[in-house]
């Protein structure tokens, strides 16, 4: 949980400082609180026995921007934390969307340089 609420507020503090643009930070916390949802649904869902939330789906959303929110929601909720195979793919994906916002942040501290 500390994690996602970290990476939230560094995200804050990049676009703050103009380092990474707002819509980013939008982006991500507008899927993060989606994500935080869903969560909670699947985890509400397998307790009824009823339709899941698709594995691929929660994936999707983490890679585009909303892994905080999931991080979030695997603690609060007690949900999908033993499954290895789940949390592999969900650092992977957490690892890739972090990828891409240190390549944002490096190209305007590239130009600077340049």
């Known amino acids: 949980m500390r994690l996602g609420l970290l990476s939230l507020l560094a995200l804050v503090a ?6 990474i643009p707002r819509w980013l930070l939008l982006l991500d916390g507008v899927l993060s ?8 649904l699947d985890k509400a869902a397998a307790r009824r026995g009823d339709h899941r939330i ?17 991080a ?3 603690q609060i909720f007690r949900h999908k934390r ?17 990828s ?3 390549w ?11």
């Open 14 to 19: 990049l676009v703050h400082f103009g380092v």
């Open 33 to 40: 609180a989606l994500l935080l949802c869903c969560y909670g």
């Open 54 to 70: 698709p594995e691929y789906a929660l994936h999707l959303l983490a890679l585009l921007g909303g892994w905080p929110g999931a």
């Open 72 to 74: 979030i929601g695997q």
């Open 82 to 98: 033993q499954k290895t195979a789940f949390l592999r793919v969900f650092w992977l994906t957490t690892l890739l969307n972090l």
């Open 100 to 102: 891409v916002v240190a």
């Open 104 to 114: 944002l942040w490096l190209i305007p501290a590239a130009k600077r340089l340049a």
